[in-house]
Structure formats: structure tokens, C-alpha cells
């Protein structure tokens, strides 16, 4: 009897023990995303820095990147208030603090965009940094909340899911002031780089470690929303062209929405752990691989399409390129937790 007794306490311990350490690798996890949000910020606000206000160009470049900058953080706010509105005590506190934080900076830039070049680029570089200011006020509270007990709402994996999109909406900003002035070839380019690695970035997600899955499934789930806008947006301005050239554009938007569909039935396939890992971990090599090929279509009526046919062509691939540095960067830090 004291025997057993000894068993189960050893049992009970172990138990206790991967609880804490998986809890403390999502902790750890958060950090690392502030970590990356305010790195990748310092080097947006160094190449915001660099565009010639005084340019056309330069004028131009600054209202698109503030326009996109309020958009997406205004689609954080809207989450955030969802968030806030099914939560209670601090947590809820917290959030609504945060989102109203995050809704005055929307209406800063947007404002911004109706004074003069030099002072509009000054004010989207200030409110990037508030912006990482309140994403490192969410780390922070993540961070000092105390593991849920027995039947006690969680709802640190909400709160962890607007941080996954903030660092989203950072990697997106800058990826488009990196390639703002680059070849539409060059910036395919990059997305062909990360898609020949992909693979190796996907398979270091371990199959059978739950939490690490989890986080998987989640972050995939946010970034079939981010595809889904990269599809409206392109089939938005395809509409705008004419002949062969909107021809093959329809019919890339179509293949992409279908690349979409199957990666979106993999996130709700049934099975075990290890089961559902190995079937998203291959379907989201494949997404990456099919996007690759539809780019590569796009690549080949560049030069039969008019300028705005070369822009829409443009804005697809940094979009996706977009998405896969986010897809990348995500995957890194959950082989590293």
C-alpha cells in the first residue's frame, strides 16, 4: 500500500511538473513575439525614415503604408474588443485599455495621411512605436498571469492570438517597406527562398507535443484569414483589367482560393495529435509550394499587362511574401518553445 501510494505521488508530481513547464513555455512564447515585434520595428522605422517625403513616389508610398498600417491594426482593435467582451476581471480590464490605445493610433495615422509628406511619415513612425509599446504592455500582463486552476477560465490563448496578429501586421509593414523599390522578379524571389526551406521550418514543429501543436493549428487559423485577404484584394483589382491578362489573373485567384480551401481542411482534420500535426504540417508545405507556382504564372504576363496590371502583380506577391516571412518567423519560435 505505501508503495503505491509513493507510485501515484510520483505520478501526480510528474504531472504537475510538464503542466508548469508547458505553461511556462507558452510565457515564453509571448516574449518572444514582443521580443521580435519591437526588433522588427526598429527596422521599419529605419527604412520609413529613408523614403523621400519630397518625392511623388515617396508621398505615394507613405500613404499606402499608413493606410495598410491602420487598417490592420484597426482589425486588432475589433478582435480585442470581441476578446474583452467574452472575458472578466483584469483580463478584460486590460484588453479594453489596449484596444482603445490601439484605436486612438488608428485615428492618429489616418489623420496623419491629411498633412504634409514629411510630417505624415514622422507620425506613422510615432505610432509604431506606440503600437509596440501596448503590444509589450499584453506581453507583460500574459506574462504575470497566474495559471488557470481546476474549471477557471483561461483565456490566455485569445490574448496570445492578438499577439500572434500584431507580430503579424509588423512583418507585413516590413516586408513592404523593404521591397518597395524592388523588381517584382527580385521580391518573387525572396518568396521562392523561403518556400525551398519551408519544409525544414515545418517539420522542426515536433508532431507529438500538444501544446506546440496547438499553438500550430492557431496561428494557422490566422493565417488562412490573411490568405483569404490576399485573394479579396487581388480579385478586387483583377477586376480592373482586361483580355488574357484578367483571363489568367481569374484564374490564378481561383487556384489560390482552392490552395486556401485545402489548407483550411486540414486545420479541422480528426485524429490524434500526432495525426492532425503531420496532416497540417504537409498541407501547409504544399500551400506554400502551390502559392509558389501561381506567383510564377503571375511572373509570366508581367510584361503584357499596363501599369496597373504590373502594380496588382506586385501587391499579391509582397503579400504573400508577407505571409510566408510571418509563417517562417512563427515556426521558428515554436521550434525554439
Known amino acids: 500500500m505505501f508503495k503505491l501510494v509513493i507510485f501515484l505521488f510520483a505520478v501526480f508530481a510528474a504531472q504537475a511538473t510538464s503542466t508548469d513547464n508547458a505553461w511556462q513555455r507558452q510565457l515564453n512564447y509571448v516574449q518572444d513575439m514582443a521580443t521580435k515585434i519591437r526588433e522588427i520595428s526598429n527596422d521599419i522605422t529605419d527604412s520609413i525614415q529613408n523614403i523621400d517625403a519630397d518625392s511623388d513616389q515617396g508621398k505615394l508610398t507613405l500613404l499606402e503604408q499608413s493606410n495598410e498600417f491602420a487598417h490592420n491594426v484597426h482589425s486588432v482593435v475589433f478582435e480585442m474588443q470581441q476578446t474583452a467582451f467574452d472575458t472578466e476581471g483584469e483580463d478584460k480590464k486590460v484588453l479594453q485599455q489596449i484596444a482603445q490605445q490601439l484605436n486612438e493610433i488608428t485615428y492618429s495615422v489616418q489623420q496623419a495621411m491629411n498633412s ?49 496578429d500584431l507580430l503579424g501586421i509588423f512583418k507585413k509593414l516590413k516586408t513592404q517597406t523593404e521591397n518597395k523599390d524592388k523588381h517584382i522578379h527580385e521580391i518573387y ?23 506546440a501543436v496547438e499553438d500550430l493549428i492557431d496561428f494557422v487559423q490566422r493565417i488562412l484569414q490573411k490568405v483569404n485577404d490576399m485573394i479579396d484584394r ?72 499596363n501599369d496597373q496590371g504590373k502594380i496588382t502583380i506586385k501587391h499579391v506577391i509582397l503579400d504573400s511574401v508577407a505571409i510566408a516571412e510571418t509563417i517562417q518567423t512563427q515556426l521558428k519560435m515554436l521550434k525554439k518553445n
Not at 480551401?261 to 500551400?287: C, F, M, P, S, W
Open 189 to 211: 524571389n525572396r518568396f521562392h527562398e523561403i518556400a525551398s526551406h519551408m519544409r525544414s521550418y515545418i517539420q522542426d514543429v515536433q508532431s507529438d507535443d500538444q501544446e
Open 234 to 305: 487581388f480579385q478586387r483589382e483583377t477586376n480592373d483589367q482586361e483580355g488574357q491578362v484578367k483571363h489568367i489573373m481569374q484564374y490564378v485567384a481561383s487556384k489560390m482560393s482552392e490552395i486556401r480551401r485545402d489548407l483550411e481542411k486540414a486545420v479541422h482534420t480528426e485524429g490524434n495529435t500526432q495525426q492532425k500535426a503531420n496532416t497540417i504540417k504537409d498541407q501547409l508545405n504544399r500551400t506554400i509550394l502551390n502559392l509558389a507556382a501561381e506567383l510564377q504564372r503571375l511572373l509570366q504576363i508581367v510584361q503584357q499587362s
Open 116 to 164: 504634409e509628406a514629411n510630417q505624415t511619415r514622422d507620425e506613422l513612425k510615432g505610432q509604431i512605436e506606440k503600437v509596440v509599446t501596448e503590444a509589450e504592455k499584453l506581453s507583460q500582463h500574459i506574462q504575470q498571469t497566474q495559471k488557470p486552476q481546476g474549471d477557471e477560465n483561461d483565456h490566455t490563448k485569445e490574448m496570445k492570438g492578438i499577439m500572434m
